[in-house]
Structure formats: C-alpha cells, structure tokens
C-alpha cells in the first residue's frame, strides 16, 4: 500500500490523497467498537474512542453508512495554508449517506442525503518511520514506527509525531438539492396561468362551454392548453428566482464566517511562523477539532492531560456527536514569557441527546489554548522521553496529566498545545 511508504521524491499527493480517503471510508463503514481506521491519526482515533464511551454511557448508538457514487465523484479541494514540512491536501468524495440514531436500542432519527465528505490528509516530509531507535531507558533498539505505543521492552512512553500519512480531520457538506422544488414551481405557474386565463374570460368561457357547436370547445381546449404551456414558462422562471434567492440569502448568511476564516488564513500562519517556521495550518486545524473533541466528550477535567486551565466542570455530556464544517475565527494572541496564547472561535455541527431525545445544532465553541514557544511540533525528528519530574516513572502524557504512580503533574503544554478555557458561544 503506498500510503504507508516514506514519501517518494517526485509524489502525486493529490491521487494518493485519495486513494488514503477512499481506504478511510471503507474502514469508516466496518468500524466498530474494537476497529478504527487505521489511515486516521492518533487524536482521530482518541477522539472516536472517547465519544464511542459516552455514545455507551447515554445507551445511544450512531450508525453510518457511506456509499460511493457509481463513478466514484472525487476531488481535491483548495486546503487552507501552504506546504511547510507539513504537506497536506484535501480529498473529497460525493457520497449517498444514511444516519441513523438509536435510544436504547430504539431508532429515533435517520437522515438519508448525499453529502460531500472532505478530509485533511497530511504528509511529514522526510519523516523516516523505518528508522531504528535505542530506548534511552533499557537501551533495546526498535524502530520509530513501533515506538508510538511505547518501548516494548521496558514500556517507557515517547512523546514523538504520528506516523504520517494520516486524515487528521473530515467532515461532511449536504449537497444542496433545490430540483424537488421544480415541480411546485411549475404546478403553481400552470394554475396561476389557468386561474387568470379563467377569470379575465369567464362569459366567454361559459358561452364557449354551454354552446352546443364543437369548433368553441376545440377553441377553448387550445386556448387553455396555450395558458398551460405559459404556466410552465411561469413556473421554470419561479423556480430560477427561488433559487437564485435561496443561494444568495445562504451566501450573505455565511459572509461573516468567510471573512473570518480568509482573516485566519492570512493572520495566524504569519504569526506563529515567528517562532515555528513550520507551522501549517492545516495540520493545526486537526489538532483544534481533536481538542474540542476531548473537551466535549470527557466527562472528568482532573486528570485529563490537555486541560491546564481553572478546574471546571463539563457542561457538554449531552452531545453525542460532533464535526467541525469549515469555519473558525483567530480571534487575537500574545506571547507572554515562554508561552503562546490563542484565542480561537471554531464552528460544529453538533448532535445531542437528551433522555431519548436526539436533535442537531450548529455550535461555536471558543477555546483559549497555550503552548511553549520552544516546542518541537514535529517529534518526528526528536523523539521525548516522557519521564515523571518527581519519580522518574514513564506513562502517556498526551492522555494523563498525573503520574499514576506519585501523582505528580506533567506539564504537557511544553511540547504541545493545551487548552485554558473552553465554552460554547
Ligand atoms: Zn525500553
Ligand atoms: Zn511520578
């Protein structure tokens, strides 16, 4: 499979990208409960098992299914930011999707529709997952590939890059639809047509019916099938002007989000370049979901890793369901010391429910997130020991913030991003 090899020098990411997709949405479809892609990334896979747990605790289910059309529609979409040592791309298909979701066991809602689902599939150059590496604590060799569950000798615990390529991110548009309004429009122009002709010449009408010769009602019929034929013409224009209104009124709805995120797409790649020349915004759009996905489906804030902020209660428990549809706003940011600070706006389709009750929304969830302008964002070039500063014991940082065994806490946010505050708008 050649989405696994090291990148190629002269690489059709493009074609590989969604051949990577394809593979995704098959494994998506025959996912369960002990299987998840393996085309998608650590936090992707985190995430799906942390909503799997609350889809558990709330005795609900989600179940899935997507179909390619028979000519397999596809493309590339255009990606938000520029190759760094990130190179990303953005695969999508066509697809005819059916949802449905259960209550104990019972079906409460299913949604049939053709969607477009796109995705963020990413590359680290140069990334060499083949490359042997000797554990600093027990000293067995292994290579980086293997490392991301930890030292199988010892169990020591790496903080290192995901094995790339991976989709870090997907998500689905509905494809609009306006042809089923067609047939009202025209139904409403012929009757429009017929109605007006009727009445502008009722007498004649009456004198052409009760007339006992038959050139009149010929003459009536064709006078009638002509107002009809107009109706159509009425009706087609109807239905232009309907939808021509409708894409317009959608558009204007959505100008402040597409200000916001081209005002994003200039301004935050430009700052945090000033101190990570490799920063991509399009990788960083994967880490951001992942984020809000942790926040919003774990139930606890104490020991959960990526949270460094004021301890708080989750007030998301009811949302089983959760997919970032393409807008955010950098709202501002400052540096402060060793820090970074960021303010960002993200926008989510959300699924709740509530005792048996399932219903959609649409969120905006804002996050205050800080990192170490030091870190290393890419381990794929240096691999971190994760050593407890107190008792020198190793265990998953991404996911723990305290050490198991003496508690002590690990300041995770000096490698990645953590989060500060986190709400919904
Ligand atoms: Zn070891
Ligand atoms: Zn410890």
Redesign the pocket.
């Known amino acids: 499979m050649p989405s696994s090899q090291a990148p190629k020098s002269s690489q059709d990411y493009d074609n590989e990208s969604l051949e990577i997709l394809n593979n995704f949405i098959c494994h998506l479809n025959t996912a369960d409960d002990e299987s998840y892609p393996d085309e998608a990334s650590i936090d992707l896979k985190y995430t799906a098992d942390l909503q799997r747990k609350r889809l558990h605790s709330k005795n609900a289910g989600i179940k899935t299914e997507y179909r390619f059309y028979k000519n397999k529609l596809r493309g590339v979409a255009w990606k938000l930011d520029k190759d760094t040592r990130y190179i990303t791309r953005m695969p999508f298909y066509l697809l005819h999707t059916k949802s449905e979701y259960f209550v104990n066991n019972k079906l409460k809602k299913r949604h049939k529709e053709d969607q477009t689902l796109y995705s963020q599939a990413i590359w680290l150059k140069d990334q060499n997952i083949n490359a042997s590496y000797c554990c600093p604590n027990c000293g067995a060799v292994s290579s980086t590939s293997k490392l991301i569950n930890g030292c199988s000798q010892c169990g020591t615990k790496f903080l290192m890059s995901d094995l790339f390529p991976k989709i870090t991110n997907y998500y689905t548009l509905k494809k609009e639809n306006y042809s089923a309004a067609l047939i009202p429009c025209i139904i409403i122009g012929i009757l429009f047509a017929l109605g007006f002709c009727g009445y502008a010449n009722y007498d004649n009408i009456i004198a052409d019916i009760s007339s006992t010769e038959i050139f009149p009602k010929i003459a009536l019929a064709g006078v009638a099938a002509l107002a009809a034929g107009a109706g159509v013409v009425m009706g087609y224009l109807l239905f232009a002007v309907f939808t021509v209104l409708l894409v317009l009124s959608q558009a204007l709805l959505s100008l402040p989000y597409l200000i916001q995120l081209i005002k994003t797409r200039i301004k935050l790649p430009k700052f945090m370049r000033e101190f990570e020349p490799n920063f991509s915004l399009d990788h960083f759009i994967g880490k951001l979901t992942a984020l809000v996905g942790i926040m919003v489906y774990t139930d606890d804030y104490s020991n959960c890793a990526v949270y460094c902020g004021e301890p708080a209660e989750n007030r998301f428990k009811n949302i089983i369901d959760l997919r970032y549809y393409g807008y955010m706003n950098f709202e501002d940011a400052h540096i402060e010391g060793n820090y970074v600070y960021l303010n960002m706006d993200i926008h989510m389709n959300t699924v709740y429910c509530k005792g048996s009750h399932i219903s959609k929304k649409k969120d905006i969830f804002s996050l205050l997130l800080c990192k170490n302008v030091n870190a290393e964002n890419d381990y794929g070039f240096s691999i971190h020991k994760i050593e407890?500063q107190?008792?020198?014991?190793s265990f998953d940082a991404t996911r723990e913030k305290y050490?198991p065994?003496?508690?002590?806490p690990y300041h995770i946010q000096n490698y990645d991003w953590v989060v500060l505050k986190f709400d919904k708008k």
């Open positions: 407890c107190n008792c020198g014991a050490c065994y003496c508690h002590s």
